[in-house]
């Protein structure tokens, strides 16, 4: 099993920054790409930002040029870096990994066919 605990969320004026931090214990062998989704209030989860095992990265075009995903060393923490932060941002924001990818280690075929989600951190920014 794989647990993913996020953190950093908070209230920030508009124009203002923070930064997200997402930890994964457990079995992290099983872990692959890494996720920030969001989910504003009374609205679907939207995916913001994708980083690989690889470290290939993408953002979604509503925060291109303000949010950078990024992955620490040992590749068990992911960190949303947001800048430049409007109301609309204001949301509930989500880590989630995926399993590993072929190819895989012995070991990590062993692993859940299944991805892990933290519980959230509220992000709200006010104009």
């Known amino acids: 099993q794989v647990q993913l605990v996020e953190s950093g969320g908070g209230l920030v004026q508009a124009g203002g920054s923070l930064r997200l931090s997402c930890a994964a214990s457990g079995e992290t062998i099983c872990i692959s790409d890494m996720h920030w989704y969001r989910q504003a209030p009374g609205k679907g989860r939207e995916l913001v930002a994708t980083?690989?095992?690889?470290?290939?990265?993408n953002v979604a075009d509503s925060v291109k040029g303000r949010f950078t995903i990024s992955r620490g060393n040992g590749k068990d923490t992911a960190h949303l870096e947001m800048n430049s932060l409007k109301p609309e941002d204001t949301a509930v924001y989500y880590c989630n990994a995926d399993p590993p990818k072929f190819p895989m280690t012995a070991v990590q075929a062993r692993c859940a066919r299944r991805d892990y989600w933290g519980k959230g951190t509220l992000v709200t920014v006010s104009s």
């Open positions: 980083i690989t095992s690889d470290g290939s990265r």
